[in-house]
């Protein structure tokens, strides 16, 4: 599936799987974008494609980059590391977070219900993003210092950055 062909109507995971898969292997399309801020900078990302059913974005990590705890709303989602290595994590309560690492190659697909952070794991890694529907919100959670966890809208513009007091115990 590439964005030439996308359908008139909002993508599942296995379909956005597809599509990041195909951009991914068309370095034509996103090469362009690639860039690393320096110190202290916000990782950077480029837009590549939106519509009325997805978005595609490019994203630049390093291995400070770390989104924090969050999820994409009502949208379901995929990634695609075409270099590098980034660090997806999911939370448990009551026990150690599940973390993979997704490696050059290696794409992962989720619904609206997944909950993760993700972080650089290498000293730069690029990968390619989709999302349906396109976002336009994505919670956020933090835990205050008594415990409780909560939820944050946020807009899909605002930067998702690690809080010191989001450490989800």
């Known amino acids: 599936m590439s964005w030439e062909s996308l359908p008139d109507r909002f993508l599942d995971p296995r379909e956005l799987r597809s599509l990041v898969d195909d951009i991914a292997d068309r370095p034509e399309l996103w090469s362009h974008q690639v860039a690393f801020g320096a110190n202290g900078e916000a990782r950077h990302y480029a837009s590549l494609y939106r519509d009325s059913y ?4 490019l994203i630049c990590w390093r291995p400070e980059d770390d989104t924090g705890w969050h999820d994409h709303d009502v949208s379901s989602g995929a990634l695609r590391v075409v270099d590098g290595t980034l660090k997806e994590s999911n939370p448990r309560i009551g026990g150690e977070h599940r973390e993979t690492l997704v490696r050059t190659g290696d794409t992962l697909s989720f619904g609206p219900e997944h909950i993760h952070r993700v972080n650089g794991h290498a000293e730069t890694s690029v990968s390619i993003h989709a999302y349906s529907p396109p976002l336009w919100r994505l919670g956020q959670y933090t835990i205050s210092d008594d415990g409780v966890m909560r939820r944050s809208s946020v807009s899909y ?3 998702l950055r690690q809080e010191p007091q989001e450490a989800l115990v």
């Open 54 to 57: 997805v978005d595609v974005w």
């Open 157 to 159: 513009a605002d930067e």
